[in-house]
């Protein structure tokens, strides 16, 4: 019956829209008359085929000009609503970051420091996101490594249903965390929770850098922009110490992209011109182009094979103290020292360390 109901719904929607589009095209030719019908009654007929050519092209281009509103009413309509709907993120997203910044003032989270750690004194479910003060430099010196990430009692619930329970873990001062477990298990939803971006039910302290620049988080599907490559490569931070010709063209060939040195101010639209594999050895390319100290991957390698993910982690290892990434593939542990499996059950967890790494 929902089915039924459904498809007479759209079948009136789409005959609507038919009766609507051939009374609009039969007004158009109606009103296209016009000129003709009114040169003839001013000059009683008398009037020569040139201006009645003239008046009608004349009339045309009014027309057209007036019906642009009313011809792309559709479009406006989409982008107010677009409009309003990214200004509504906007505001909420700074609403929330300033939240952030003075609650971590007053400390108004009430939270207990023990050992680097926190704990709710009320045991209220409550999530904090704390900042780290760590340098913003990458590749600092093994013994000026200060702890990076860490997890305190982090529980996170989508609806009724546990994600992650409980969770504790400290990332590697010096190289990577990987983050494993089966689909669904919570591994992006973490990830969301460390970049500040989870909305839903969960409590526990979560501390990370926060300084500008230090710390660049990666999605699985890169974001292009409307620009030329140039823009692509300096996103999201704008110019950097490497944007020169000569050093992007470097970086474009280290993550081989060659064929794509001579473009860099080129405009196109770079999410249908290349490849979602080329999109992700974009995004290594910003890592390379901005030098963060620190990094976030969500399965940043998933659309490149095994000889292009070596090449992207190597960079990444080359470039970034430490990072914390979710992957799949077995391949990717070497680059990893420590370990967090999601089971996937009532969110349990377990961490270990890799030897290979």
Not at 90 to 115: I, N, P, T, W
Not at 174 to 190: A, H, N, P, R, V
Not at 302 to 307: E, F, G, L, P, R
Request: proline fraction near 3%; charged fraction near 20%.
């Amino acid at each position: 019956a929902a089915l039924d109901l459904r498809q007479c719904t759209e079948w009136r929607r789409l005959a609507l829209k038919d009766v609507v589009q051939l009374a609009s095209e039969n007004y158009k030719k109606v009103v296209g008359l016009l000129p003709t019908v009114m040169l003839a009654r001013a000059t009683l007929g008398s009037v020569s085929a040139g201006l009645l050519a003239q008046a009608n092209e004349a009339f045309e281009m009014v027309l057209r000009s007036l019906s642009v509103l009313a011809d792309n009413c559709n479009d406006f309509s989409r982008l107010s609503a677009v409009a309003g709907e990214l200004h509504g993120y906007y505001c909420s997203q700074k609403a929330v970051d300033a939240g952030m910044l003075e609650s971590h003032r007053s400390d108004s989270c009430d939270f207990q420091q023990e050992q680097g750690g926190g704990r709710p004194r009320d045991g209220q479910n409550r999530f904090c996101l704390l900042p780290l003060d760590v340098p913003a430099v990458s590749k600092v010196a093994a013994a000026d490594c200060p702890q990076w990430l860490r997890i305190t009692d982090l529980t996170l619930c989508l609806g009724e249903r546990v994600l992650i329970s409980h969770l504790h873990v400290d990332a590697p001062a010096q190289g990577g965390l990987l983050i494993t477990g089966l689909s669904g298990s919570g591994k992006t939803s973490l990830l969301r929770a460390i970049a500040g971006l989870w909305r839903q039910g969960g409590s526990g302290v979560i501390h990370r850098p926060m300084q500008e620049r230090a710390l660049l988080f990666l999605p699985q599907q890169p974001y292009m922009n409307l620009g030329s490559l140039r823009d692509q490569l300096l996103y999201p931070w704008g110019a950097s110490r490497a944007s020169d010709d000569a050093e992007l063209q470097a970086i474009l060939r280290r993550v081989r992209l060659t064929h794509l040195q001579g473009e860099l101010d080129s405009v196109r639209r770079w999410d249908e011109h290349l490849s979602v594999g080329e999109q992700q050895r974009i995004a290594i390319a910003r890592l390379l182009v901005h030098k963060p100290a620190y990094a976030i991957l969500d399965e940043v390698t998933s659309a490149n094979d095994a000889a292009h993910e070596l090449i992207m982690y190597q960079a990444i290892a080359d470039t970034c103290t430490a990072y914390c990434s979710v992957g799949h593939r077995p391949s990717l542990e070497r680059f990893h020292k420590r370990r967090l499996e999601l089971l996937g059950t009532d969110g349990a967890w377990q961490v270990s360390d890799l030897s290979s790494a």
